[in-house]
């Protein structure tokens, strides 16, 4: 699962927060690698809702909540 809502990430501890960034990360990689192999993604959406979840998470992570 890519998709992280606000509330979710609200909800969250910062230790949890963490924890979904870096598999949220590892995720991206694997797309990435999938990406440029030349395969065709199982998800074609999964790649833009996982940068977009990480970029979520980045900026609650800054702002402190």
Same mark, same amino acid.
């Given at each position: 699962?890519?998709?992280?809502? +606000?509330?979710?990430? #609200?909800?969250?501890? #910062?230790?949890? %927060? ?5 598999? &949220? =990360?590892?995720?991206?990689? =694997? &797309? %990435?690698?999938? *990406? #440029?192999? @030349? @395969?065709?993604?199982? +998800?074609? @959406? ?9 970029? %979520?998470? *980045?900026?609650?992570? +800054? +702002? @402190? =909540?």
């Amino acid at each position: 699962m890519s998709y992280v809502s +606000n509330r979710e990430i #609200a909800s969250m501890s #910062a230790e949890a %927060r963490e924890a979904r960034l870096l598999e &949220l =990360q590892e995720e991206l990689l =694997q &797309l %990435r690698a999938e *990406k #440029a192999l @030349g @395969g065709t993604p199982s +998800n074609m @959406g999964a790649y833009k809702a996982t940068r977009r979840s990480i970029a %979520r998470l *980045k900026t609650h992570m +800054n +702002n @402190g =909540q």
